[in-house]
């Protein structure tokens, strides 16, 4: 069985979305800049960046996310779906499976465990990640499922938007990979378990 | 005249201190692992963590922090109040200057502008660092005086607590340095402006 990974770009200030989220800015009025390093807003895309997010698919099986992600990139990601393996879109609204080429869309209503059950089988022996969005990463972690936490870190500061990790667990991690690009940091972590008390 | 910075330890999760802070837990209740890089929590310091710590006195003319930060801080600070230096503490309760060996504490009650002022004639050509907490690094950023802001980024979610960035103002930040050590990343940040439009 593959890791569980949750794999989001974050600002300085631990925000993936600017406010205004919606089908015309899917990262929130004004923050295409947070999806810089992938050349989003236009900015050019380095080499440690292009493979960064190339390897996203490497060893990946299934991808897990929720029905606003789903709904706000069914656009953007176009007429072969992106992602070119199985997807799950956790949501409340019932929906018939979508193909888009080799790129499936399956519709979960029963929650994140049966997404993941799903996301598993489908994936096999390879890796399951959660791109978001902020919520559905936060019902995975504490629900005490992702065994690896990877960020982009963005230099940017966004002020308000959709926040990241927000009362959640407390959960130790460990840094086991950092990438550097002129546009951003990538930070991968391992998650230890819950933090010893140190008194 | 030199840089205004702003030098804090923060949690994957943007905290700068789990909660119930005190004056017997000046991190909050089980918070001292966050400061494990600088050993605070009993953990071993690297030679690198041992380097980065020092250097935050190296070309600093003085420090301003909260009147928070000052009450807990004040006891483990010990007799020669450990910064060897003026520092400036923004408050709403007046109290007499305190001298702890080469350290001052100068307690202002009008205003960040005010403090920051007076420790800039302290620092000479050198850096003013703000060091916290969370609300005065806010009414520093908001009013666009940080030049830098330096996060030593530690690999735990704490779940709750301080959060430093929020509500704040859009910046965008350039990363002029990254520095790892096996316990933490530190990450340097020159503030380069208010975020471009996009679209």
Redesign the interface.
């Known amino acids: 069985m593959g890791k569980l990974i949750l794999e989001m770009t974050m600002s300085?200030?631990?925000l993936t979305a600017a406010p205004k989220v919606s089908v015309d800015h899917p990262l929130g009025e004004?923050g295409?800049?947070l999806h810089g390093w992938l050349g989003i807003?236009?900015s050019p895309v380095s080499e440690t960046d292009r493979e960064i997010s190339a390897e996203m698919f490497t060893d990946t099986g299934a991808f897990i996310f929720g029905r606003r992600t789903f709904d706000v990139g069914e656009g953007p990601w176009g007429d072969d779906g992106t992602f070119g393996m199985p997807c799950f879109v956790v949501t409340n609204r019932p929906r018939e499976q979508l193909v888009k080429g080799r790129t499936t869309f399956t519709f979960v209503t029963d929650g994140i465990e049966s997404a993941l059950e799903q996301a598993r089988a489908a994936a096999g022996d390879k890796d399951v990640i959660v791109i978001g969005g902020a919520e559905v990463a936060r019902q995975y972690?504490a629900a005490g499922l992702i065994d690896e936490?990877r960020?982009h870190?963005m230099?940017?500061?966004?002020?308000?938007g959709t926040?990241?990790?927000?009362?959640?667990?407390?959960?130790?991690?460990?840094?086991t990979r950092?990438v550097?690009s002129p546009a951003v940091?990538h930070?991968t972590?391992r998650v230890t378990g819950s933090?010893?008390?140190?008194?």
Do not use: C
């Open positions: 300085l200030d631990g004004d295409e800049r807003d236009g972690l936490v960020i870190l230099p940017v500061l966004l002020g308000a926040r990241l990790f927000d009362s959640g667990p407390r959960l130790q991690l460990e840094r950092l550097e940091t930070l972590f933090p010893q008390k140190t008194r």
